[in-house]
């Protein structure tokens, strides 16, 4: 069955660094999500993106935050400059055009020091 | 803004015994999905529920959509071990039609054998 990657597993980085999050979604799926999960809490969601642009994104999704589909089959989230609050579990969802499922991938932890 | 809530936060049961989660939107929705996160895990769809009124089943699950739209519900009968999680219910985000999702807090299910 097809499902949703990403890489890394568990990112530990300092403040003030730079962090890319990659995600590998299910390969026919048009809508690309990423949202985060600070530990026990709700998810939140960050972006979409579709049709190689951002669609929509939260008040979280500041300018530290970026988005790119480099090769028609990555994925990724860039945090420019990492601060303590972005710790937290960040996962990518993808969806096809026809229905509202987003699949989930398994998560990125980024931990910020 | 948008707000959707659910309650209770956390349930314990005893294996057998029944267990329901509801939740609350500050608005009519299109459609509510609820998807299932294991510990540990990422976020799983469930099923979603699109006309007023709707009752969906799957199994021991029943979800409801109410007529106003604007709640729903998701009851376990007889509870198994393995319906540990915590259960998000997940509304489109108003206006939006890419379909990023506002996700209540969940509910933290644990079941005791």
């Known amino acids: 069955e097809p499902e949703v990657t990403q890489t890394p597993s568990h990112q530990v980085t300092q403040m003030g660094q730079e962090v890319i999050l990659r995600c590998v979604p299910i390969s026919n799926h048009l809508y690309f999500y990423w949202y985060r999960q600070i530990l026990g809490q709700k998810v939140e969601f960050l972006v979409s993106?579709?049709?190689?642009?951002?669609?929509?994104k939260s008040e979280i999704f500041d300018d530290q935050f970026s988005v790119e589909r480099p090769d028609g089959s990555n994925f990724t989230l860039k945090i420019r400059s990492t601060k303590l609050e972005d710790s937290a579990m960040y996962f990518c969802a993808s969806r096809g055009s026809s229905y509202n499922e987003q699949f989930f991938g398994p998560g990125t932890r980024l931990t910020v020091l | 803004g948008q707000q959707v809530m659910q309650i209770p936060q956390y349930q314990h049961v005893q294996e057998g015994e029944d267990f329901t989660t509801y939740c609350n939107s500050s608005t009519t929705l299109s459609n509510i999905q609820w998807y299932k996160q294991r510990p540990g895990g990422h976020p799983v769809f469930l099923i979603q529920l699109v006309k007023s009124g709707e009752v969906k089943k799957q199994k021991r699950l029943t979800f409801q959509f109410g007529e106003a739209k604007k709640n729903s519900s998701l009851h376990i009968t007889a509870t198994q071990t393995t319906d540990v999680g915590t259960y998000f219910c997940a509304g489109p985000a108003g206006g939006g039609s890419q379909g990023n999702l506002i996700f209540g807090k969940g509910t933290k299910l644990s079941v005791k054998p």
């Open positions: 993106f579709y049709n190689n642009e951002i669609s929509e």
